[in-house]
């Protein structure tokens, strides 16, 4: 990875689980935990949560936005928005329909290129160094 990669890691969540979509009426989707400061989702206004809650062992951030929809592609299952969101490409436009307060929004948002981060260059030194057990088994 480096030069030419989208911009793929602005928002964090995971999918709504089937309880609190009963237990609170919240549509199936992708549920916003947090959202990368300065990112295109960023740009379009998208809100993380605010108010963590456990459900069994597992903490959720509730209050943000849910994405419900990517490019046409409904949000209902992990596999979906995974297959969506590596399918993007640098210069992508990508609409999103989003769930907020019990109204669904939209917005549209071209993807730039990632930006260049200080521990790209260690990684991709890391990455070409040959192993050791290589060295060692010639």
């Given at each position: ?72 592609t ?13 399918s ?12 907020r ?35 060692y088994?010639?």
């Amino acid at each position: 990875r480096g030069l030419g990669d989208v911009y793929k890691r602005q928002v964090y969540g995971r999918p709504v689980p089937a309880i609190m979509q009963f237990a609170l009426g919240l549509p199936p989707g992708l549920l916003v935990e947090t959202i990368e400061p300065d990112s295109p989702a960023d740009s379009i206004g998208l809100r993380g949560g605010t108010l963590p809650v456990m459900i069994g062992v597992e903490e959720y951030l509730l209050g943000g936005d849910i994405i419900i929809e990517v490019n046409g592609t409904p949000f209902y299952h992990l596999d979906e928005i995974l297959k969506t969101v590596r399918s993007f490409s640098v210069g992508d436009d990508v609409t999103m329909k989003f769930w907020r307060e019990g109204s669904r929004h939209e917005a549209t948002v071209t993807l730039p290129e990632r930006p260049v981060l200080a521990g790209d260059s260690l990684r991709f030194r890391e990455r070409r160094r040959p192993s050791r057990s290589y060295l060692y088994s010639q």
